[in-house]
């Protein structure tokens, strides 16, 4: 099993601020996923990077692969309640098949 | 229907019962997975099915056994569960499993809890 923490565990913020949050680990990963679960369904992926140094930009939302490959983080700029949720990591290993081991979530609530 | 759907969403159930839960994606998709969410713990990968073979059980106890009858459903037979046992169970579906990148789509979910 390849552990991915991910920090903060649980973030409250007001409407209109930036947050960043971490995912981290020991082992090197071919890619790397975050995905976002909204209460009552299942998770959806937001993006995929590959290249170590990699940031892609999905609206308010910035993804940062590290240059080694071992973690990544998420920053959210003008924070909406639309994107309240919890966010998972998942590092996939080409060396095991492509299996992806999910991190241990941030919970984000954005109070309007 | 679209996507990936699972049934029940919620289920009780107590130790001596054996129930099923069903999972079916309509993507056209050739590898679909069981996970077990629990809380303040990672999404844990139960089974994996790869055009209609499983091809990895990480270690999960005999009372969950899972049927992959074709590429578009994918069930989990439970019997003699255990209270730790309640969780979220996730049904995933992915092109091929061992295609790069590899995007899943995931179910709603079925809430289980064990009393």
């Known amino acids: 099993t390849q552990l991915l923490e991910q920090s903060p565990q649980f973030l409250s913020i007001q409407e209109g601020e930036n947050l960043t949050v971490y995912c981290n680990s020991s082992?090197?990963?071919?890619?790397l996923q975050w995905y976002r679960q909204e209460p009552g369904e299942g998770p959806v992926l937001l993006v995929t990077v590959v290249t170590g140094g990699e940031v892609k930009k999905l609206k308010r939302l910035t993804f940062q692969f590290g240059d080694a490959r071992k973690d990544s983080s998420l920053h959210i700029t003008a924070a909406q309640p639309g994107d309240t949720g919890l966010y998972l990591c998942a590092g996939g290993n080409a060396l095991v098949g492509n299996q992806f081991y999910f991190g241990t979530g941030t919970s984000l609530t954005v109070i309007p | 229907e679209t996507g990936v759907t699972q049934t029940p969403r919620h289920l009780v159930m107590g130790m001596t019962n054996k129930k099923s839960l069903k999972c079916e994606q309509h993507?056209?998709?050739?590898?679909m997975y069981w996970y077990k969410q629990s809380a303040k713990k990672p999404l844990e990968l139960m089974f994996v099915?790869?055009?209609?073979?499983?091809?990895e059980n990480n270690s999960v106890p005999s009372r969950f056994s899972p049927e992959c009858p074709n590429s578009s459903h994918l069930f989990l037979h439970l019997h003699t569960l255990q209270p730790e046992d309640s969780a979220l169970y996730l049904c995933?579906?992915?092109?091929?499993?061992?295609?790069?990148?590899?995007?899943?789509?995931f179910g709603p979910g079925t809430r289980l809890t064990v009393l």
């Open positions: 995933a579906s992915s092109q091929d499993r061992r295609g790069a990148n590899n995007e899943q789509f």
């Open positions: 993507l056209g998709h050739n590898a």
């Open positions: 099915y790869n055009f209609k073979e499983q091809t």
């Open positions: 082992s090197v990963f071919s890619s």
